[in-house]
């Protein structure tokens, strides 16, 4: 299998990407993959490489600005919404993605949201996955989630909170239990996904979202386009896992207010469904994006 690596210019720094399997131009449409985080490189979605192999589509990734393999500029003024969604659109125009199809996990998923609102060209179909559409709503679904763990954990937490000592290893070892019940509850966790968090960069998290998942206090803390998704007329397909820090009900009110979304809910799986259940995950996105193209193909035949 073909891979190709390189980087995209981004005011005065490096994006690193990766491109595998062959693109060719009358072969299948490209996806494009936006991680998750804020702050995460891309690896813990690398069980999406495996794609091109079984269905011949080329899938590119990349590393946003401070993270990963792209990188690292000591400049706190990059780390903004408008950066990464202006990297995201470098990335396609570098590499001439149009058209393309767009997954976005998590914050990746804010991100193409924001890029698919845009209306920019090319863009056939999105993938969102465990989307967050209200940074309000998901900070209250992340809060009940929070009070759902057992007491001593609870009283950990909060007193670490409290104290504003969450710092402390005690406080750490605690959250882990909200992480392993609801980012993702492999026993241990594979190491493409640990590559990814303890690589994490705190600088990107804590500026954009905050310290923890239930208390958002960056910049996207009052972030909001869920009044806006009746706007995006092209075909989404949503996935999430039962037990999923973006809850069903959370992502459930996004499906229902995207005007041709279907939802592929994974029942053995929390956040990171696309490592938990990887086969299905894979099948399901191959078949949407199958499907997406032979829908186009057929139109356009019609016409």
Known sequence: MS??????????????YRVVGARRPTGQVPLLVVNGGPGCAHDYLDDLAALPEETGRPVVFYDQIGCGRSDHPDDPSLWTLETFVAELAAV??????????????????????????????????LVLASPVASAPAYQAETRRLKESLPTGVREVLDRHEAAGTTGDPEYQEAALAFYGRFLCRLEPWPPHLVRSFTGMNRD??????????????????????????????????????RHD????????????????????????????????????YRRAVGTFLADVEAAESGARAAA
């Open 92 to 125: 396609r125009e570098t590499l001439g993605l149009d058209p393309v199809h767009l997954l976005g996990h998590s914050w990746g998923g804010q991100l193409a949201l924001e890029h698919a609102l845009a209306r920019p060209r090319g863009l056939m179909s």
């Open 3 to 16: 891979v190709t690596e390189g980087t995209v210019p981004l005011r005065g720094h490096r994006t690193w």
């Open 204 to 241: 990107v998290y804590e500026t954009l979202w905050g310290g923890v998942e239930w208390n958002l206090t960056g910049s996207l803390a009052d972030w909001d386009v869920t009044a806006r998704l009746g706007e995006l007329d092209l075909p989404v397909l949503v996935t999430s896992g």
């Open 245 to 280: 820090v973006a809850t069903p009900a959370l992502v459930g009110a996004v499906v229902a207010a995207l005007p041709r979304a279907t939802w592929t809910l994974f029942e053995n799986s929390s956040h990171m469904a696309s490592a938990e259940e990887p086969e299905r």
